[in-house]
T-cell receptor, first 115, second 113 residues
């Protein structure tokens, strides 16, 4: 079974500050891990993904996440927040052999960026 | 070129009506999905098709019926619409098992009045 827990439904940071969005996952198979971003009234855009290989994953817009085998966090970070980062962020997990790619999402974290 | 396209983008309809949402992908993916996003932004899978074959059918009322005429298309038909069906419905596609990531359409906002 697979599940994702996002810690904090709302995170507020100042422009230029570190962004840290927390996600813990559990998976019965080697996981594929994803972060998606959703801007207001828009679809889901892939920020970054971990499937295999390098454990420090760099995504678009300066975001990154680190996969640590046998640990459960897959937190999303960005060194310096920009106003345009304000959006809803979703962590998600899938895995090879899991129901043909059933992607399970966390409940989302809304990021606000203050000037 | 839009990778995963859904139509319509907005759909307002009365209770009891039947409506369809169409989805097409031009990525050459074998697997397609329908997700429902509720008013609290929670995303849950409804259906998954792999090369026109139904793979995942979560606990969804049988008023919802997916149809995949070919592997590039996955449509969603909803009978006897209810107020609780109001949500945003997202189509997505991926390679088998989702290893390459999932590409989502821009969503269809369904409002039942």
């Amino acid at each position: 079974a697979q599940s994702v827990t996002q810690l904090g439904s709302h995170v507020s940071v100042s422009e230029g500050a570190l962004v840290l969005l927390r996600c813990n996952y559990s998976s019965s198979v080697p996981p594929y891990l994803f972060w998606y971003v959703q801007y207001p009234n828009q679809g889901l855009q892939l920020l970054l993904k971990y499937t295999t290989g390098a454990t420090l994953v760099k995504g678009i817009n300066g975001f990154e996440a680190e996969f640590k085998k046998s640990e459960t966090p897959f937190h999303l970070t960005k060194p310096s927040a920009h106003m345009s980062d304000a959006a809803e962020y979703f962590c998600a997990v899938s895995g090879y052999g899991v129901s043909q790619g059933n992607l399970k999402f966390g409940k989302g974290t809304k990021l606000s960026v203050k000037p | 070129d839009t990778a995963v396209s859904q139509t319509p983008k907005y759909l307002v309809t009365q209770m009891g009506n039947d409506k369809s949402i169409k989805c097409e992908q031009n990525l050459g993916h074998d697997t397609m999905y329908w997700y429902k996003q509720d008013s609290k932004k929670f995303l849950k899978i409804m259906f998954s098709y792999n090369n026109k074959e139904l793979i995942i059918n979560e606990t969804v009322p049988n008023r919802f019926s997916p149809k995949s005429p070919d592997k590039a298309h996955l449509n969603l038909h909803i009978n006897s619409l209810e107020l609780g069906d109001s949500a945003v419905y997202f189509c997505a596609s991926s390679l088998p098992h989702g290893a390459g990531g999932y590409t989502f359409g821009s969503g269809t906002r369904l409002t039942v009045v």
